[in-house]
């Protein structure tokens, strides 16, 4: 089973930067993609950043020109950059990861814990 780990959450003033990784464990054949999403209070879970096998990178109109996701295949990591955080940007994020899990031969769309960032005025 494929289980993912997140680091990298904490308070920091609006302004400020804050440095999201996320490693998987388990047998993993291949990854199609790496993302990042965040859900704030009483919002809905939304896309934040997501980067494919193929470095094909996708981002909210809210974060663009201010995070960056990048990834490292070999390490089976994805981190995402955050700078010039904004109060909005607080919420839960989740990273998410897809691909082919070599034990099962079957896919998988795996879900982290969530990790708490939270932006002051």
């Known amino acids: 089973q494929v289980q993912l780990v997140e680091s990298g959450g904490g308070l920091v003033q609006a302004g400020g930067s804050l440095r999201l990784s996320c490693a998987a464990s388990?047998?993993?054949?291949?990854?199609?993609?790496m993302g990042w999403y965040r859900q704030a209070p009483g919002k809905q879970r939304e896309l934040v950043a997501r980067?494919?096998?193929?470095?094909?990178?996708d981002y909210a109109d809210s974060v663009k020109g201010r995070f960056t996701i990048s990834r490292d295949n070999a390490k089976k990591t994805v981190s995402l950059q955050m700078n010039s955080l904004k109060p909005e940007d607080t919420a839960v994020y989740y990273c998410?990861?897809?691909?082919?899990?070599?034990?099962?031969?079957?896919?998988?769309?795996?879900w982290g814990q969530g990790t708490q960032v939270t932006v002051s005025s």
């Open positions: 980067i494919t096998s193929g470095g094909s990178r």
């Open positions: 998410n990861v897809a691909g082919v899990d070599g034990s099962r031969w079957t896919t998988f769309d795996s």
């Open positions: 388990g047998v993993i054949f291949s990854i199609r993609a």
